[in-house]
């Protein structure tokens, strides 16, 4: 792997991943180091994370990849042996054709400021390795880290809670009987929401904006429970400034909040502020969870809450206005391809896998 790639496709202190490929390159794939030894490799709980990520079905790119993984090396007898682990996922279905030479840089795409920082040398080609393809050995990883996760009783699990001005109900704030059997039908459902009337206005806000040639974007909320109490720090490594960083490493997230995130500034405290009491067995638990289980950088034992929000997909086929690099003209681009007309259906398996990689790597950091 070259220097670069190190640098800044890597993510991790305890168990470091480092992805590699671009989206019409011959594969695309991730190296995990410091992945504890001796948690079972669940194969088809693996596959089923990478199919709900994978491009095809009613509301997502027609771009067909079976997205099978090839793992080479830490994983012996069914179980992670400690040893580095190496994923590859071979590209199978690009149409580079659509692509041309790319001197018309696609507005919101990352083509312009790649283009000024390698000096028009990068294969731009399908967004490169920019693209959002790079999420599929992103959902690998993570669902190794939700293996790990789930050995300790901790569950993720997240929906679609917006889609244009579609909007479904949120998780219930507190665990209750219903949370489990909630998780389990958003994992299974090909289109996860909590409430089906509101599944059915988000489908017709995207078939809208897909018939006009448009997109839209996405809100997405995630839930974790089965947290200990003070996992996380103060100031750099607390729940909230490691989970963000990794979050953001999505193409299309723009924006990250916990519990009740931006509607704190119209709270006063007295309304903010996460009471306790004792219940009938001792234990010490949370009367509200406006903080999204965290205080002060650690875990409260409430159910841990993000809400992400993911532009739209910036590839649309409407005239959009852009600049010739070779010419020096302006002109106007209309986009060929195949493409997402609300990546937020596809990006739940990621926000899911780069919320468990955030928490492993917390969790390595009380051993």
């Known amino acids: 792997m ?5 640098v800044y496709s890597s993510w991790g202190k305890n168990c470091r991943i480092t992805i590699f490929g671009r989206s019409h390159g011959p594969n695309i794939g991730v190296r995990i180091e410091g992945f504890p030894a001796g948690i079972a490799y669940d194969e088809e709980f693996i596959l089923k994370m990478m199919a709900r990520r994978a491009p095809g079905g009613a509301f997502a790119t027609k771009r067909r990849e079976p997205d099978l993984p090839i793992v080479s090396g830490g994983i012996k007898d069914g179980f992670t042996t400690g040893e580095a682990i190496e994923m590859q996922i071979v590209n199978t279905n690009q149409r580079s054709r659509d692509y041309g030479e790319m001197v018309l840089p696609r507005p919101s795409h990352a083509d312009y400021p790649a283009y000024v920082k390698y000096g028009g040398q990068a294969d731009m080609r399908g967004g490169g390795h920019f693209s959002g393809r790079l999420t599929a050995p992103l959902v690998f990883a993570g669902a190794l880290a939700m293996l790990y996760l789930r050995e300790k009783g901790v569950r993720i699990a997240s929906h679609l809670l917006q889609v244009g001005n579609a909007t479904d109900c949120t998780f219930s704030p ?16 090909d289109f996860p929401v909590i409430d089906k009337a509101a599944g059915e206005e988000m489908k017709a806000e995207i078939r809208r904006a897909a018939e006009e040639g448009d997109s839209v974007g996405a809100r997405i909320e995630c839930a974790v429970t089965g947290l200990p109490v003070g996992l996380g720090t103060h100031m750099f490594r607390g729940v909230e400034g490691v989970l963000s960083s990794i979050l953001f490493g999505i193409p299309a997230v723009k924006g990250v909040q916990f519990g009740e995130g931006f509607r704190f500034p119209a709270m006063r405290g007295s309304d903010a502020n996460d009471g306790y009491y004792y219940n009938e067995q001792g234990q010490v638990c949370l009367r509200s969870n406006h903080c999204g289980g965290i205080a002060g950088g650690m ?3 409430a159910p841990l809450l993000i809400q992400v929000a993911m532009k739209p997909t910036p590839s649309i086929f409407l005239p959009q206005e852009t600049v010739n690099l070779k ?13 997402d007309p ?3 259906l596809r990006a739940l398996p990621g926000v899911e896998a780069a919320v468990a990689l955030g928490l492993l790597d917390l969790f390595e950091d009380e051993k």
């Open 2 to 6: 070259d220097t670069e790639r190190e």
């Open 174 to 189: 507190l665990e209750n009987a219903e949370t489990m059997k909630v998780f389990d039908e958003l994992f299974s459902s």
């Open 299 to 301: 875990s409260t034992g």
């Open 327 to 339: 010419t020096g003209q302006n002109e106007t681009l209309v986009i060929k391809g195949r493409h």
């Open 342 to 344: 609300c990546i937020g």
